[in-house]
């Protein structure tokens, strides 16, 4: 996914060129070996949707942005890096962005050493900036913290709700995505109805960009997102469209199947079993949902070229699924 082609802001993207140089130096304090742990997924590159939220929000491509608009994309990359290094221990992860994830590099010890750092500089970036950014920040790692737990709560969990999903996708994906529109309407001093709309539409775009993420793990054959078809259901996180499978006709097999770790086979079955029960065709719906959701919050801000490109944007996710 090449989020420029579907924005069309250039400004945008000549900015956010110009933050990758401001990410490496506020990590770096002189120390060479942590100075390679703290700077190791930044150099591995990525699509920087954050900042080019924070970015696109707060410019609306119609200027080039300040210091302190590029330091709050840096603020909310540096969350999401952290949250980054933090989840790779969790799940035990060798890859990330095509390279060792920093677990596999450093250990586990360095790698949750380093995102605790990695949170901190955002912390700081955020304090420097005043006391309305610092608050935000503050409350967006306490939603991911919350995300990533109700997520590990329901593990392996057949009974898991729809809210206990949306709960957990909300925190660890659309808070950071809202905070990050929500930066950019802060260093801007957009006005606070203009700032309303702008989270309102992060959160939407951050759930539908989960809901994406979580059909393509089912769906996906051509390996996407760097992993298996089926990935997620193997290792027992159960998502929406396996929610929903196990509500259908199918539900009693692949209760048989599920609970446990999967070896390959299980997981070829279980991943047939989500696909041919309607729950795919739910989750498009639910994803379809908040799309609509985020376009309507674009209708309140006063660009018609960020209106146009955000939803662009948003319609992107939507046309990796089948029917769109």
């Not at 990050?180 to 109805?193: D, F, K, L, N, R």
């Not at 159960?238 to 009693?252: E, F, H, Q, V």
């Not at 079993?273 to 498009?284: F, K, Q, R």
Request: net charge negative; hydrophobic share 45%.
């Amino acid at each position: 996914m090449n989020p420029y082609q579907h924005l069309q802001l250039p400004l945008v993207e000549g900015d956010v060129a110009r933050l990758e140089g401001l990410l490496a130096e506020s990590v770096i304090f002189g120390d060479a070996y942590l100075d390679s742990v703290t700077t190791h997924l930044i150099y591995a590159g990525g699509k920087r949707l954050r900042p080019l939220l924070a970015v696109a929000c707060a410019t609306f491509g119609e200027r080039e942005a300040t210091r302190e608009d590029l330091m709050g994309g840096v603020a909310v990359e540096l969350m999401h890096l952290a949250s980054l290094y933090h989840d790779d221990v969790m799940d035990e992860a060798e890859i990330r962005r095509n390279v060792e994830s920093v677990n596999a590099r450093y250990g586990n010890l360095i790698a949750i050493v380093a995102g605790d750092y990695l949170m901190a500089r955002s912390a700081g970036i955020a304090a420097d900036h005043g006391v309305e950014m610092a608050r935000l920040m503050a409350h967006t790692l306490a939603w991911l913290t919350r995300g990533q737990a109700a997520e590990v709560q329901t593990i392996y969990n057949v009974e898991r709700s729809e809210a206990q999903y949306y709960d957990a996708i909300e925190g660890k994906t659309a808070a950071l995505m809202s905070a990050s529109c929500q930066v950019g309407a802060i260093t801007a001093g957009h006005a606070p109805e203009v700032l309303a709309a702008l989270t309102e539409f992060g959160r939407c775009f951050g759930m539908v960009y989960q809901l994406r993420d979580d059909i393509l793990d089912v769906i996906d054959v051509n390996n996407k997102l760097g992993k298996p078809a089926g990935q997620d259901l193997a290792e027992g996180v159960y998502n929406l469209p396996t929610i929903l499978a196990l509500r259908s006709a199918a539900g009693d097999e692949l209760r048989t199947i599920l609970g446990t770790p999967l070896d390959d086979a299980q997981r070829e079955r279980a991943r047939e079993l989500v696909m041919g029960s309607g729950g795919i065709e739910g989750a498009i719906a639910a994803a379809a949902a908040f799309s609509e959701q985020a376009r309507a919050a674009l209708t309140l801000v006063p660009s018609p070229g960020v209106q146009l490109g955000l939803g662009r944007f948003v319609d992107s996710l939507m046309t990796e699924f089948p029917g769109f």
